[in-house]
């Protein structure tokens, strides 16, 4: 390791510390405006070995957000999960890449999610981060949940996002009742209602266009708040604040002190079983 590269940060936990980010791997599900910023952060904490799943390709309305995205990377044929590695490849080549060019709901996502030590999900689905929240309780892996969100009220236009750590059985984003099960019931059995953005979202329609609002600077902050808490958590400096809460808005970041909700099945009775919770029932067949 080259400790002179992360001298300034040895200075805050000190080199067992660093030896701890090395040492470790990260899966990063969603390599998106969330997901780019998560990448680019972890590679510069000197992370030894990042997974990124993603099956998407670059569109014309990422280029507004997506760190790493060169002016002239074609559309189509760029893959986002590309871009990412390629991004750490310029930040530290020894860093140990996968880019995994595979929907979540695959046998070769869940393996590779499976054999890592913790978990960055930046998806923008309830279907998708129930999945990655019974797979990281079964497995018993740190889950960081990251969404950021735009939302036009009649009380005004508030924005912001929120981080939740997921790493005992002590709350989840269920028993926290921070996503909604009908909603994920609905992005997993089918395609056309996952399109259906109004409910997804909360925006109104005329906001949305196709997709929700998304801001890179928002964005950066949601993520930054994940990896500081995961930074904290590994080096060591401190226990993870389990929620918390960005109001971009009213530039505040808030801890949250909700109770969840007791005896939560995702956290009481997923946790720990491994093969046995049935998570592969989520995969989609051919």
Known sequence: MNFGRFERQIRLFGEDGQKKFQNTSVAIVGAGGLGSHVVQQLGFLGVGSLIIVDPDELEETNRNRLIGVHYNDPIPGTKKVGIAKRLINTIDPSIKVEAVFKELRT???FSKIKKSNYVFGCVDNDGSRLILTELCNAFGIPYFDLASDIINEKSGLSYGGRVLVNFDDKGCLCCYKII????????????????????????SREYLNSTGPSVVSIDGVVASLAVTEFMAMISGLRSPKRLLYYHGHLGVVNVSVDKPQPDCYYCKSIRGKYNDANIGRYLKRK
Do not use: F, Q, T
């Not at 609905?186 to 909360?202: M, P, T, V």
């Open 107 to 109: 046998e070769e996502a």
């Open 180 to 203: 909604s099960l009908s909603n994920a019931s609905i992005e997993l059995e089918s395609e056309e209602a996952r399109r259906d953005k109004d409910e997804i979202y909360g925006v």
